[in-house]
């Protein structure tokens, strides 16, 4: 069964950088879709960015496009996500997921099936 872990979440302030990683056990990473998501205290779940299993196709939501970056390596079942330019917004507790597919459908809570417990990331000054 596939198990996520994430971390590298922490504290920073405006303009700074976070790198989060996501390891997997349990299954060989490349056979999934694995995506990054964010919940802020009174709002939803939403898709941050997302790469097939590949790593040839990737999503990125408008709000952080230019500033993150998803990457992978199967070979070491971990896929990584680069936060740079930071701002208070993205202040959140960060998951990553795993969708069965190899193929990306679409960077949506509802498309991935297993999730990690997810690591916090606060941008403030």
């Known amino acids: 069964q596939l198990q996520l872990v994430e971390s590298g979440g922490g504290l920073v302030q405006p303009g700074g950088s976070l790198r989060l990683s996501c390891a997997a056990s349990g299954s060989t990473l490349n056979r999934y879709t694995i995506g990054w998501f964010r919940q802020a205290p009174g709002k939803e779940r939403e898709g941050v960015s997302c790469?097939?299993?590949?790593?040839?196709?990737?999503m990125y939501a408008d709000s952080v496009k230019g500033r993150f970056t998803i990457s992978r390596d199967n070979a070491e079942n971990t896929v990584t996500l680069q936060m740079n330019s930071l701002k208070p917004e993205d202040t959140a507790i960060y998951y990553c997921?795993?969708?069965?597919?190899?193929?990306?459908?679409?960077?949506?809570?509802?498309?991935?099936?297993?999730w990690g417990q997810g690591t916090q990331v606060t941008v403030s000054s």
């Open positions: 997921a795993a969708d069965g597919s190899k193929y990306l459908r679409g960077c949506r809570p509802g498309n991935f099936d297993s």
């Open positions: 790469i097939s299993s590949t790593g040839g196709t990737t």
